[in-house]
Each structure stands twice: as C-alpha cells, then as structure tokens.
C-alpha cells in the first residue's frame, strides 16, 4: 500500500513538472511587481514539488532523516513563500536550526538512530546484537553486521547498494548507508507474522 502511494505521489509530482515552464514566460513578460508576483508563485510551485519528493521519500524509507528533512523543507517553503513579518522568519529559523541539530546529533550518535529505529552501524558484531538487542540470527562465520550483509548478499545474489533490503531468518536487513561500496548502516526490522 506504501509503494502504491508512493507511486501515485510520483505521477503527481512528475505531472506537475511541466506546469513550471508555463511561469516563465510570464516571469520575463510582464512588468517588475507582476514578474515578482509570477516568479513567487513558481518558487511556490518548486518547493511544492520539492515537498512532494520528500514525502514519497518518507513513505517508502521510514527513516527519521527522511522525516526530518521532509519537515525541513515544509518550513523552508513557509519561509520563502508565506513569512509575514520578522516574527514567521525568527520562529521559522529557529525551526529549522533545531531540525539540523537533531540531524547532526543523530548522524554522530549511533546509540541514538540504534534507539529511534534500529539503525545500526556495521562494525557492530553479531554477537552484541544478540546478546545486548535479543535479535536471534545465525552469526555464520562473519563478525560483524557489514560482514553478514555482505555474506547474505553473496548468498542470495544481491548487489549491494543502499536501499537494499535483504531478508533472512524472519528479519528484513535495509542498507541505510554505504561509503565507497563498503556498508556503514544497517536498519533492521523483524517481519511480522
């Protein structure tokens, strides 16, 4: 269902596309205080977009990132578009330097993103994660979890890329982030039955 709405998003979003070279025209033709009230309500139309692309993100990541920069740019089209007066800009960027705060403090964290949505780091070893988190996977003969992504990944012929999701032994592994082809994340979910 999530893929569904996500795919329906896109159709949405690459239908409105074409309906930005309309504002152009407008934006050269037309005297100064309308060209501004044109290319205002096309910068309107980007961030919309914008907005749209980072929604279908979130749906089908369910990441916090993703949720996190989806807001940011909530704010930023509230920003650019719709500020009346100083007081929306100050509360406006206020929003948005705490929304970077959180976001530096979760990519340096690792505990944190381990506590908000089972992201773990790869170098973490099997061993810890079934001792400290319960997970009840064979550990093979790997000693961390980037070295089990990438022996489950040989082994069902999976090109290892981000985004990819692996299933093995009733869990769904997610590659959240890859460096240079090598594993530094990895979400992990226990499929219900």
């Known amino acids: ?4 709405l996500a795919m329906i998003l896109l159709v949405g979003i690459v239908s409105g596309i074409p309906d ?44 916090n990132e993703s949720i996190l920069t989806l ?13 009346e007066g100083m ?30 949505d089972s992201t773990f780091p790869s170098g973490m070893t099997i061993k810890l994660l079934t001792e400290e988190y319960g997970y009840k996977f064979p550990t093979l003969d790997t000693l961390t979890l980037g070295g089990f992504m990438v022996k489950l990944a040989a082994e069902q012929g999976i090109d290892i890329k981000r985004n990819t999701v692996i299933e093995h032994a009733g869990y769904l592994f997610s590659i959240e982030k890859l460096r240079n082809g090598v594993v530094e994340k990895v979400k992990i979910k226990k499929i219900e039955n």
């Open 87 to 116: 007081t929306d800009i100050l509360i406006g960027a206020i929003a948005v330097a705490i929304i970077f705060a959180v976001l530096i403090i979760m990519s340096r964290d690792s505990k944190l993103s381990i506590h908000c």
């Open 71 to 83: 807001v940011l740019f909530v704010i930023a089209r509230k920003l650019l578009v719709y500020a």
């Open 1 to 4: 269902m999530e893929i569904a």
């Open 20 to 63: 930005l070279f309309k504002y152009i025209p407008g934006i050269y033709s037309t005297s100064s205080e309308w060209g501004y009230v044109v290319f205002g309500d096309f910068i309107r139309h980007v961030l919309l977009l914008v907005v749209g692309l980072e929604l279908m993100l979130m749906i089908t990541t369910h990441s």
